[in-house]
């Protein structure tokens, strides 16, 4: 079955950096999209990035854009966000989605918080 673990996250303060990494199995992770999504504490759950199959196309929400980046390796089944310059406000737990034959697929997150 599809499996989508998410990991990297943890304590960072304002102003720092770190990697998420988002490891996908069961399903050809090289024809699908990926996208990373995040949710903080009592607001809806966000859409933050997303790649293309081939990784030559991404998109950012307004946000995040030029502080975050996504990427994937298509032979490690592996997806990434790289998050530098990081605020309060990107404290929120993390999420990696894919849709595949019209079904879509949830990690189980990983947390992130940003304080100094």
């Known amino acids: 079955q599809v499996q989508v673990e998410e990991s990297g996250g943890g304590s960072v303060p304002p102003g720092g950096s770190l990697r998420l990494s988002c490891a996908v199995s069961g399903f050809s992770f090289s024809t699908n999209p990926m996208m990373w999504y995040r949710q903080a504490p009592g607001k809806e759950r966000e859409l933050v990035a997303g790649i293309t199959a081939n990784g030559r196309s991404t998109m950012y929400a307004e946000s995040v854009k030029g502080r975050f980046t996504i990427s994937r390796d298509n032979a490690k089944n592996t997806v990434y966000l790289r998050m530098d310059g990081v605020k309060s406000e990107d404290t929120a737990m993390y999420y990696c989605?894919?849709?595949?034959w019209g079904v879509g697929y949830w990690g189980k997150g990983t947390l992130v918080a940003v304080s100094s």
């Open positions: 989605y894919t849709k595949t």
